[in-house]
């Protein structure tokens, strides 16, 4: 099914996560996808950013952003997209479903906190 499978960015996808080490997200949760479109085309590893069920420590956090559940993006609940846990995924071995897409609103919000994250706001080292 991956190996046909045109992926977008801001699209939601179900990945299996496992294993994992540390205090890696593990097991079979919907991710987001936020590589651009060139790459997810012909690289077979894209960069996707987990997603947890909300509570409100997590939605305290910066980077964290919540996310409604709709028709449109596949969610079932109240949601974070962990933009800290960002990681790599080969989506010909991990990919288990197609959720839906985010809104064009919620993805910008994603690129301001992975701005934060990898200090991508100023050009200072």
Known sequence: MAGMTVLKRGMIIDVNLDPVKGSETGKVRPCIIVTNDIYNEIVPV???VPVTEWNAKKARIRTNIEITPSKSNGLTKKSLADCLQTRP???RQRLVKI????SPAVMLEIDQSLRIVFKLNTLRY
């Open 46 to 48: 894209i960069q996707v």
């Open 89 to 91: 995924v080969d989506h």
């Open 99 to 102: 959720r839906g897409k985010l």
